[in-house]
């Protein structure tokens, strides 16, 4: 049985206050993540992922208007005041950027960030807290952590520097983890011990990994439940099998297509999903896939006029798909 | 002068790059080797990729190519004229054979020009004025129509723009187009509407490609044939299929096995490599992989490997234990039994 999940998100809408007006780039989502577990959001630009876990995280500009939940092992966060926020955050769930560079501080060494971040949370000397860092670089793979501590941020590779990162995150044992594309900027041979690192700490820890990813190999990889978005919205959730075998989703079944393998031998094409993510709001009635979606056709008037809602698929429990046609399209229509 | 095939649209020998630091007067001068010895043929109507993580040298062999850097040494031809030397005017004729789409479409147009400008400048540094016919023309072969003449980049989609790249540089009708990572900026289903343009260009104008990419996915899925740079040299080339099917150096191994595939579950040996790329400043003696290679023994640290023949035919390792010609298991059935 399915352990309670330590975060969970329900209904969740961030709308933006513009000077062109309000944008709504979340339109009620909802996710939950176990411990020890990995779920992965996938979408395209503009689809709302980041803005999803920057909503959880209490990160989001003062012009951002977030309204449903986010509990975090039972506890409310949205309109949590700010100085509860800042216990909660970094201590019980942690953020890891896509860019490593702009997270730390050039000034510092990063033995003394890490060590901040431990300091923030716990009353302890510097020189214990900068121990701890010490021990949290040695354990994300930092060669000679005790002397590298001292070193700057610019004097890291950009693997290390991610390293660096992901021991910050993790210097207060995180409940949850939120990776925001944290391998993108990287190579794909460091991309592999990143990774690796991830999964190590998730099994070391029993952290919680929410991985924000356009990546489909990484996710096939490491999660255990995906979440797609489209234009704010879910478009497709299920078990990591059910999303790579059973896609129900015109859109779903349209990125798969889309991506371009280095396992197989070439397909003459690649199947493509025409036009581009809409913005954010742009699609204000019907389904948001509908004017770039190959299957519009069979279903009909629906498609533009009602808003499809999740409903369950076949597959291996809350496989749900938001879309009309009720079976499961073909490949490459 | 060698003799030179007339298939040859592109051939560098030998050609190195090197950046030098500006270094204060009493200390050592250093220099970056960008590109560290590399002999490097394109033939008419091949796609060539060229892969390689950061630092491998890929975009400045790139610039080499189309003669936007010159080499420190070596030799760049051209369609079998010597270009090494050529410099300002006397290089125009040679920009109608080769032309270069660059990475992010949104810093390679100008902001300020509409797409109809845009597309005239390469005519006038010929010396031509483009009727719009022609420049309606040149928007029908990336997709785009006459209506987006007057419009300017901040208006089109990031696939959009860089389809506009894509006509700028074949507003001269060159016979090989250098992409310098031309979907990474893009997301993947905009991606592949670029990488299946790219093959209907080449079907119907006949071009060839040099396609530098760091996405070993994508680029197995256009090139014909495969180069694999290491530190500024190119340690593995053959054709794509047999490189790609069996990798000999142990990099181009590692490399491909570290890439994720698409299939839940599925269990594939992965060589995850140690430590990370060594600084082009000061790269090792002998083989530049050496430092990271699980192969390495002693003759690496001494002369560097060079390129040789594996099972005979066109593959090539620069390796003294190069892998045996074996298929990688790289995973389980391909994407088009998943789905009904």
């Given at each position: 049985m399915a352990e309670r999940p330590v975060l969970e998100v329900h209904d969740l809408h961030v709308t933006f206050r513009t000077e062109g007006g309000l944008v709504p780039a979340v339109a009620g989502i909802d996710f939950s993540v176990a411990p020890g577990k990995t779920l992965a959001i996938v979408g395209e630009s503009g689809s709302g992922k980041s803005v999803s876990s920057a909503a959880v995280m209490g990160l989001l500009p003062s012009n951002a208007d977030v309204k449903g939940e986010v509990l975090l092992d039972g506890r409310e966060l949205v309109g949590l005041p700010g100085d509860e926020l800042r216990k909660i955050r970094g201590n019980d769930i942690a953020l890891v950027f896509q860019d490593a560079l702009s997270a730390l501080n050039p000034y510092y060494s990063v033995g003394w960030q890490v060590a901040e971040a431990y300091r923030l949370h716990h009353d302890v000397?510097?020189?214990?807290?900068?121990?701890?860092?010490?021990?949290?670089?040695?354990?994300?793979?930092i060669p000679a952590a005790a002397q590298r501590a001292k070193d700057y941020p610019h004097e890291f590779s950009g693997g290390m520097r991610q390293r660096v990162v992901i021991a910050m995150a993790l210097v207060n044992d995180p409940k949850v983890l939120i990776a925001d594309e944290p391998t993108t900027a990287l190579d794909v041979t460091v991309q592999a011990q990143i990774m690796r690192l991830l999964e190590d700490v998730q099994t070391e820890f029993g952290t919680a990994l929410v991985l924000i990813s356009h990546d489909l190999g990484v996710v096939a990889e490491v999660a255990d439940d995906v979440l797609v978005m489209y234009a704010g919205r879910a478009a497709e959730r299920g078990s990591v099998k059910d999303l790579f075998y059973r896609a129900a989703h015109p859109y779903s079944l349209g990125l798969l297509g889309a991506m371009p393998r280095v396992d197989v031998p070439p397909r003459h094409r690649l199947t493509t999903i025409p036009g581009s993510p809409p913005s954010p709001g742009s699609v204000k009635t019907g389904c948001p896939f509908q004017p770039r979606c190959a299957y519009t056709e069979r279903v009909g008037e629906r498609c533009i006029t009602e808003r499809p809602e999740l409903t369950p698929r076949p597959g291996e429990g809350n496989h749900e798909a938001a879309c009309h046609l009720g079976r499961r399209p073909e490949v490459a229509p | 002068m060698t003799e030179v095939q007339n298939d040859e649209l592109l051939r560098l020998d030998g050609v190195k790059k090197y950046f030098s630091l500006g270094t204060a007067p009493w200390q050592k001068s250093q220099s970056v080797k960008a590109v560290d010895g590399i002999d490097f043929v394109v033939r008419r109507g091949e796609t060539v990729g060229l892969v390689g993580e950061s630092g491998s040298g890929k975009s400045t062999l790139a610039r080499l190519a189309t003669r936007l850097l010159d080499p420190t040494a070596g030799k760049v031809s051209i369609a079998g004229q010597d270009v090494t030397k050529l410099r300002g005017r006397r290089l125009r004729p040679v920009r109608r054979k080769i032309q270069m789409v660059f990475q992010d479409p949104q810093a390679s147009l100008n902001p300020r020009q509409s797409v109809g400008t845009i597309l005239t400048t390469p005519f006038r540094a010929q010396g031509i004025r483009p009727t719009r016919a022609q420049l309606v023309e040149l928007l029908s072969q990336v997709g785009l129509a006459e209506e987006h003449l007057e419009r300017y980049p901040h208006e089109f989609s990031g696939g959009q723009r860089q389809r506009i790249g894509i006509a700028r540089a074949l507003a001269v009708k060159p016979d090989l187009l250098v992409c310098d990572e031309p979907v990474s900026a893009l997301d993947v289903s905009v991606q592949a509407q670029v990488l299946n343009l790219l093959a209907d260009l080449k079907?119907?104008?006949?071009?060839?490609?040099?396609?530098?990419?760091?996405?070993?996915?994508?680029?197995?899925?256009?090139?014909?044939?495969?180069?694999?740079?290491?530190?500024?040299?190119?340690?593995?080339?053959?054709?794509?299929?047999?490189?790609?099917?069996?990798?000999?150096?142990?990099?181009?191994?590692?490399?491909?096995s570290a890439v994720p595939v698409p299939e839940p579950g599925a269990i594939r040996e992965r060589i995850v490599l140690t430590g990370d790329v060594p600084t082009p400043i000061d790269p090792p003696s002998g083989c530049p992989f050496r430092t990271r290679c699980y192969k390495a023994e002693d003759v690496c640290a001494t002369t560097r490997p060079v390129l040789e023949p594996v099972a005979g035919g066109d593959h090539r390792a620069a390796c003294y234990f190069p892998e045996p010609p074996a298929p990688v298991e790289l995973s389980n059935p391909p994407l088009s039994e998943r789905t009904p």
């Open positions: 000397s510097k020189k214990e807290a900068f121990q701890r860092a010490v021990r949290m670089l040695d354990l994300v793979g | 079907d119907d104008l006949g071009l060839s490609y040099v396609l530098v990419a760091h996405d070993l996915a994508v680029v197995r899925q256009v090139a014909d044939r495969l180069a694999v740079m290491y530190l500024g040299t190119i340690v593995e080339e053959g054709p794509a299929a047999e490189v790609y099917s069996s990798p000999a150096h142990p990099y181009t191994r590692a490399l491909l």
